[in-house]
């Protein structure tokens, strides 16, 4: 059966962050992500998982000033040396919170920057980052996003992310296969992910259009859990959508999931 995660950065809203594993586990949830623990003590999100009987599934590596605009640095070469700081900053967490795998987000492709440099940027900073989580025994994962939410992403094709894993080379670089963002993208989603099991540590799910949850659009998720689940994919998948009302209210969905 699929196993799904609260994505605490975008689910019960209503109440406050910390407040949110609660809630995660009264509904159901065994496991959790969210976009970035880096503004809370790591003792204190242990707590919090240990308290409630939660697995942390997944988090990103520091993305720069998301406040700001920032969607990720590691596609820019101007600022590699930050990049390379945040991999020391996200093992501390991950290996704190018992994280199997990170998520490194590419980033908007500086204006001034040619294509060819922003690739090669990622690449070294992938090469860079890969090895370190991989002593640490963390996972590293890349994702593509759409340019409907994000204009000016970097990385926006499956294919594309599977170039950049192939000329990485590291046995320990997966891809995170987020089926909202590649709905809009490319659509094909469930020969996609066949094709492309053996890369995919980590998936993320919303209904489109809108973000929402799942029934709320076109996408048939009782058709893809069922074809996720005879594949034998064994990974998280979060749930990473804008609740269309209230969070809880919205969960009939998961009724034969959780």
């Known amino acids: ?4 995660a609260a994505n605490l950065s975008m689910m019960f809203n209503e109440y406050d962050f910390l407040d949110r594993f609660n809630v995660a586990r009264r509904t159901g949830f065994k496991g ?3 976009l970035f623990p880096y503004d809370y003590k790591k003792d204190q999100l242990v707590n919090l998982l240990s308290e409630n009987g939660l697995s942390q599934v997944l988090h ?18 101007d600022r590699v040396g930050e990049f390379q700081e945040s991999v020391g900053v996200a093992v501390e967490y991950a290996t704190a919170l018992s994280c ?12 001034n920057v040619s294509a060819e440099n922003a ?3 990622l690449i070294s900073n992938l090469k860079f980052a890969s090895p370190i989580l991989e002593n640490a025994g963390v996972k590293l994962i890349i994702e593509s996003i759409n340019t409907i939410d994000i204009p000016g992403f ?30 809009i993208m490319e659509g094909d989603l469930a020969r996609t992910i066949e094709s492309n099991l053996s890369l995919i540590s980590h998936m993320q799910l919303a209904d489109n259009p809108g973000r929402h949850e799942p029934g709320t659009g076109e996408i048939n998720y009782p058709f893809l ?3 996720i689940d005879k594949l034998g994919y064994d990974g998280w998948i979060g749930c ?5 009302g209230n969070t809880e209210e919205g969960l009939s969905w998961t009724k034969n999931y959780l």
């Open 240 to 244: 990473e959508y804008i609740p269309a």
């Open 32 to 34: 959790v992500e969210y």
């Open 100 to 111: 199997p795998q990170v998520n490194c987000l590419a980033g908007l492709k500086p204006d």
């Open 60 to 77: 990103n590596l520091p993305a720069g000033d998301w406040d700001s605009g920032d969607r990720g640095i590691a596609c820019d070469p």
């Open 154 to 183: 970097f990385l926006t094709y499956t294919n594309q992310a599977k170039e950049i894993i192939r000329d990485v080379n590291s046995p320990n670089l997966f891809l995170q296969h987020d089926l909202y963002h590649m709905q």
């Open 119 to 121: 690739r090669d940027t």
């Open 1 to 4: 059966m699929v196993k799904l």
């Open 225 to 227: 859990f069922s074809f």
